[in-house]
């Protein structure tokens, strides 16, 4: 007994060692990347000659303009999370409950919004509902500059978000307990209100929490559909620092972001812990069948029509308006070079961004996947638990301030990195480890512990005990992350927006720099190169939904 005392403690050495040095990577670069270019503007805007100015946020907030765009960001995310939950729920029974051929290609052809960037959603909602759209040739009727296209394209977005994260849990739900309230003379509207709503309560809360997040940090769609008489959050603090070089509003604005983003994912952890803990759910194989009946039926029909019409459409129309000019006139005009906005050709934004994407991908993974070790060990602290809601700030957070923070922190030795091509992949980075890490979670804690255990006792170390146990169960995993973490690098904007040079710009900075520009040649250029990085983005995730699991397939 007294022997093994010391090998125990050993152990326990070595196994706390091992967390340290899992979450040592993850919280470095955080700390470096994200809280400090974020401080560094906030402080810039607060401290002023030496003196913290903290009676800024009750004068910034007393505006007439700045209390209109709280109102609008908060009213236009309410509104848009209720049409998506509206429109997207029948999509989420669907997916769930029944079986029909070519599920697997429509489920994927659903998701492919979600990984769009806002700049090409934007761009194919202008094409759809703006100036020479397709409404405006059929009925003369233009919509981008009114809310209602601002939340079409919100609804377009985030339809996936509803159906994964609420059809996901669905299908698992054992249908005996409704049939059985049935059974006991409860209508079908009763029993499903009475047993399947309250088990789907958490996952639509979840769902509807991160629509909310999504929406309430818009930009990009904002930015290009919203014009000068809306405007969020997120577009408010890039006006201020872009346009009007107020590092003090801006500030102001971005700690009141942060503080609403900060509750929402505190809310949205707790409903995630309900989900995970509550439920008893089956294998969701033997849940889907066939429709039965006209209703069915035309539920699917319906299902069909309205992503038919709300995501397909809107694609189709961007594709077509990019092929306007006879011989892919727009698509060679991106080979040559204006010499003014942009230094180079326009197509060599297709190469920067997939290496860039490469470069964060990798950033993304690592750090992610350390993360994401560190959270499935039993013996994890209060510390390391709580980095798991850190994690998710980055996607609520503004991605404009976090682009601005870096040139104004970044740019003193030995972190002078202001004009390093590496700057743009460890931006978008930051945007993709939150998905690895939601995408390896799940596995990693379905590895039995006790494998890792035997492996220890037996003299394996950590790093030997991660190559031989988990790896091997997590390898499908962690290419779906890759995936993931790719889709979102390729297509991030706010913060590249800054610091990407004007020699070397990236798909979505090119597509709003042609936005910005008069003149039909452009516009039709923005609508080539959207294209393009939709294919791209398309493409990355056909492969994901080959290589998806049903562990694995939530957001």
Not at 178 to 201: I, Y
Not at 274 to 296: F, H, K, N, W, Y
Request: hydrophobic share 55%; charged share 15%.
């Amino acid at each position: 007994m007294d022997l093994a005392r010391p090998q125990v403690a050993g152990r326990r050495t070595r196994s706390a060692a091992a967390r340290l040095g899992l979450v040592a990577v993850p919280v470095a670069f955080f700390v470096v990347f994200f809280a400090y270019p974020v401080a560094a503007i906030v402080a810039r805007g607060l401290h002023v000659d030496g003196v913290w100015r903290f009676g800024r946020l009750c004068d910034v907030l007393g505006q007439p303009d700045i209390r209109h765009v709280l109102w609008f960001t908060t009213w236009q995310a309410l509104a848009s999370t209720a049409l998506t939950l509206l429109i997207a729920l029948p999509g989420a029974y669907v997916f769930a409950r029944f079986d029909f051929p070519g599920k697997q290609v429509l489920r994927a052809v659903v998701t492919v919004p979600f990984v769009l960037p806002t700049v090409v959603v934007g761009t194919a909602f202008l094409a759809l509902v703006g100036r020479g759209g397709l409404l405006d040739e059929l009925w003369g009727v233009r919509l981008d500059t009114t809310v209602w296209a601002i939340l079409l394209a919100h609804v377009f977005f985030n339809y996936a978000v509803v159906v994964r994260t609420v059809g996901g849990l669905w299908a698992q739900l054992d249908p005996r307990q409704e049939e059985a309230a049935r059974m006991l003379g409860a209508s079908r509207w009763t029993a499903w209100r009475t047993v399947t709503l309250p088990a789907l309560g958490p996952a639509v809360a979840a769902a509807a929490l991160m629509v909310f997040l999504f929406t309430f940090t818009s930009f990009g769609v904002v930015q290009i559909l919203g014009g000068p008489a809306f405007s969020t959050l997120e577009v408010e603090i890039y006006r201020q620092t872009s346009e009007i070089f107020d590092l003090s509003t801006a500030a102001v604005l971005t700690i009141v972001q942060f503080l609403a983003v900060g509750s929402i994912l505190a809310v949205h952890a707790w409903t995630v812990r309900r989900r995970e803990s509550t439920l008893r759910l089956v294998d969701a194989s033997v849940t889907a069948r066939r429709p039965r009946g006209a209703g069915q039926w035309a539920l699917l029909a319906g299902v069909l029509a309205v992503v038919a019409v709300l995501l397909v459409l809107p694609l189709a129309v961007l594709v077509r308006r990019s092929l306007d000019a006879p011989g892919f006139g727009y698509y060679r005009a991106l080979t040559e070079s204006d010499g003014g906005v942009f230094l180079v050709a326009p197509i060599e934004a297709i190469g920067n961004s997939l290496q860039y994407a490469v470069v964060a991908t990798l950033i993304a993974v690592l750090v992610g996947g350390l993360a994401a070790a560190a959270l499935t060990r039993r013996d994890a602290g209060r510390f390391v638990r709580g980095f798991d809601a850190l994690l998710m700030l980055p996607l609520g957070v503004s991605a404009v301030t976090v682009g601005f923070g870096f040139l104004i922190s970044l740019d003193e030795p030995p972190l002078d990195l202001r004009s390093s091509w590496i700057l743009v992949p460890l931006a978008q980075a930051l945007v993709g480890v939150p998905f690895v890490v939601r995408t390896m979670l799940p596995v990693l804690r379905a590895v039995d512990d006790r494998l890792r255990e035997a492996a220890a006792v037996l003299g394996a170390s950590p790093w030997r005990v991660w190559r031989e146990i988990d790896l091997p169960m997590v390898r499908r995993a962690l290419l779906i992350a890759a995936g993931f973490a790719f889709a979102v690098s390729l297509g991030e904007f706010g913060a590249t927006v800054f610091i990407a040079r004007p020699d070397n710009p990236t798909l979505p900075v090119a597509v709003a720099r042609l936005l910005g520009r008069a003149g039909d040649l452009n516009y039709g250029q923005a609508m080539a190169l959207s294209t393009v990085l939709m294919v791209v983005c398309a493409v990355a995730l056909l492969v994901l939904e080959r290589l998806r699991t049903d562990r694995t397939g939530e957001f």
